[in-house]
C-alpha cells in the first residue's frame, strides 16, 4: 500500500516538474516593411509608443502613415484612451503579435488525463471509492484537476509571439 502511495506522489511530482519547461513561450523575430504590416490586421498587436506607454488590441488597418488599431489595453489612459487610434509611422519601431498553437494543448490534456486515470485507480485499489473516506474524494478531484492543469499548461506553453521589427 504504501508503494502505490509513493508511486502516485512520484507521478505528481514528474508532473509538477515539467510545468516549468512547458510553460515555456517562444518568441520569434522577424523583419518587415511598412507595406508587409498588413500581415497583423485583424489581429490583436501590442505596440510600445515613445513615451513608454504599452498599447494592446486589434489592428484594423494599415495607412500610409499610420497604423490604425482599436485599443482595448493601455498603460497609459490618459493619452492613449481605449477606442479609435492610428500609431503614426514615424512612432513605431517593432508591433507584436500573437499566434497561439494547438499542439502542447492537446499533449498536456492527454498527459494530464493520463495521470488523473493514475490517481483514480490508485484512490479505488488503496481504499476503494464506496468506503466514503477524504482519499477517494481527494482522489475523485485530482482525477478531474488533472486533465484541466494539463489542458492549461498546455496553453500557457502554446503562446508564440512573433515580433516584427518594421525597416525603415
Known amino acids: 500500500?504504501?508503494?502505490?502511495?509513493?508511486?502516485?506522489?512520484?507521478?505528481?511530482?514528474?508532473?509538477?516538474?515539467?510545468?516549468?519547461r512547458a510553460a515555456a513561450e517562444s518568441r520569434e523575430q522577424r523583419q518587415i516593411t511598412w507595406e508587409g504590416l498588413a500581415v497583423v490586421v485583424g489581429h490583436t498587436v501590442r505596440i510600445v509608443m515613445p513615451d513608454g506607454a504599452r498599447l494592446e488590441g486589434k489592428a484594423t488597418?494599415?495607412?500610409?502613415d499610420a497604423l490604425a488599431m482599436e485599443i482595448r489595453k493601455t498603460t497609459n489612459k490618459t493619452a492613449y484612451p481605449k477606442?479609435?487610434?492610428?500609431?503614426?509611422r514615424a512612432t513605431l519601431k517593432t508591433v507584436e503579435m500573437d499566434r497561439p498553437t494547438g499542439h502542447w494543448r492537446l499533449v498536456g490534456l492527454a498527459a494530464g488525463g493520463a495521470?488523473?486515470?493514475?490517481?483514480a485507480?490508485?484512490?479505488?485499489?488503496?481504499?476503494g471509492?464506496?468506503?466514503g473516506g477524504r482519499w477517494e474524494?481527494?482522489?475523485?478531484?485530482?482525477?478531474?484537476?488533472?486533465?484541466?492543469?494539463?489542458?492549461?499548461?498546455?496553453?500557457?506553453?502554446?503562446?508564440?509571439?512573433?515580433?516584427y521589427v518594421i525597416a525603415p
Open 1 to 20: 500500500m504504501a508503494d502505490k502511495r509513493g508511486i502516485a506522489i512520484g507521478l505528481l511530482l514528474l508532473l509538477g516538474c515539467g510545468a516549468p
Open 61 to 64: 488597418g494599415v495607412e500610409v
Open 83 to 88: 477606442g479609435k487610434f492610428l500609431a503614426p
Open 115 to 119: 495521470v488523473g486515470a493514475v490517481v
Open 121 to 127: 485507480v490508485l484512490g479505488y485499489e488503496l481504499r
Open 129 to 131: 471509492f464506496n468506503s
Open 137 to 163: 474524494a481527494g482522489g475523485f478531484a485530482a482525477a478531474v484537476a488533472m486533465p484541466v492543469g494539463g489542458y492549461l499548461l498546455g496553453r500557457r506553453a502554446d503562446r508564440r509571439t512573433i515580433t
